[in-house]
C-alpha cells in the first residue's frame, strides 16, 4: 500500500515535467496563461512565443475573453517548452489542430514575445496583424506588456517618518528654559509645566 501511494506520488509529480499531457481547461487567468486539470492535478501553463496585454492594460480583457472562447472548458495538448522558475509549464497549446498560442497573434490579440521566441512565422504574422489593426492593433501607440510591466510603480515602501510636528511645550521653571515635545527634557524635568511657545529661554538642543 505504501509503495503504491510513493508511486502515485510520483506519478503526479511527473505529470507537470512531461514533455506533452493533455488536460481540461478550467481557468483562463489571462490572455496567456491558463490552468488545466489533469488527473484531478491542476497545472498552471504559460503560452509560449507570446505575450498577451496585462488584465490592468487596454485590452487586457479581451485577450483573456478571446482565450476563453477558444479553449475554455475543452480537452487541450500542451507541448512543454520549459518549466519556468514559478512551477509553470511553458508550453504550445494546442486545441485538435489549432495551434493556439499562433492564434492569438494571428487575431491581434498577443505581442510576439521577441525575447524569448526567434520563430519567423509568428513574427511575420504579427506584422500581419499589425498592419490590419487588428485586436490590441486598434491601438496604434499600444505599449507592449514587458514594457508596461516595467514602468509599474515600484513597491519600494517609503518609510513614514515619525511625525516630528511641535504640538506642545514644555517650560523647565527652575532655569526657565523651554522644550518641545521632540526634546528628550519635555515632561522630564523636576520642576517644570506644560507652557506656550513663548514662555522662557528656547532650549539649545530641541530650539525650545
Ligand atoms: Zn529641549
Excluded at 24 to 49: P, Y
Excluded at 102 to 124: R, V
Excluded at 142 to 153: E, H
Amino acid at each position: 500500500m505504501r509503495l503504491l501511494l510513493t508511486y502515485l506520488l510520483l506519478a503526479c509529480s511527473l505529470v507537470a515535467a512531461e514533455k506533452s499531457f493533455t488536460g481540461k481547461v478550467v481557468r483562463v487567468l489571462d490572455g496567456d496563461t491558463i490552468v488545466v486539470l489533469v488527473d484531478e492535478k491542476q497545472i498552471k501553463v504559460r503560452f509560449a512565443h507570446i505575450d498577451t496585454p496585462e488584465k490592468a492594460q487596454a485590452f487586457g480583457n479581451q485577450a483573456k475573453k478571446a482565450l476563453s472562447a477558444k479553449i475554455f472548458g475543452k480537452q487541450v495538448r500542451i507541448q512543454v517548452d520549459t518549466i519556468d522558475r514559478y512551477g509553470r509549464s511553458i508550453g504550445n497549446v494546442y486545441l485538435d489542430k489549432r495551434w493556439i498560442n499562433q492564434e492569438m497573434i494571428t487575431e491581434g490579440w498577443a505581442w510576439h514575445y521577441k525575447t524569448y521566441s526567434k520563430d519567423e512565422k509568428l513574427a511575420a504574422l504579427e506584422q500581419k496583424a499589425k498592419e490590419a489593426n487588428l485586436g490590441l492593433w486598434a491601438d496604434a501607440k499600444a505599449v507592449a506588456p514587458w514594457n508596461w510591466r516595467k514602468k509599474k510603480p515600484s513597491k519600494t515602501t517609503t518609510k513614514t517618518q515619525p511625525d516630528k510636528a511641535v504640538t506642545s511645550y514644555w517650560l523647565n521653571t527652575k532655569s526657565n528654559t523651554r522644550h518641545n515635545n521632540s526634546c528628550k527634557w519635555f515632561n522630564k524635568t523636576k520642576k517644570g509645566r506644560l507652557s506656550t511657545a513663548k514662555e522662557g529661554k528656547a532650549c539649545g538642543s530641541c530650539g525650545g
